[in-house]
């Protein structure tokens, strides 16, 4: 069975800025048209995972995690190696 090294996502999130794979951004986004334009030209150009920290029409404290399988499947990679 599979076996991560993380115990949840936030430790995930930690680990990918230690390493310099994530960008926040702190600048409100609109969801509906903002996030997935900015996540499709990241994933074009093999960006960083984002953390989107402001997003409009929503309460403070909610978030929104993108591009992050990609960099969690080579950390299970590396990890099995």
């Known amino acids: 069975m599979f ?3 993380f115990n949840d996502l936030r430790e995930f999130i ?3 800025e230690k390493e310099g794979e ?3 951004i702190k600048t409100e986004v609109d969801w509906n048209l903002e996030i997935g334009a900015i996540m499709r030209k990241v994933h074009d150009v093999d960006g960083p995972a ?3 920290e ?3 029409d929503y309460q403070r404290g909610f978030s929104f995690f993108g591009g992050g399988l990609g960099l969690f499947l080579l950390c299970v990679q590396t ?3």
């Open 3 to 5: 076996k991560s090294q």
């Open 14 to 16: 930690e680990k990918l």
């Open 22 to 24: 994530l960008k926040r």
């Open 50 to 52: 984002i953390l989107f």
């Open 54 to 56: 402001k997003i409009k």
């Open 79 to 81: 990890e099995r190696s």
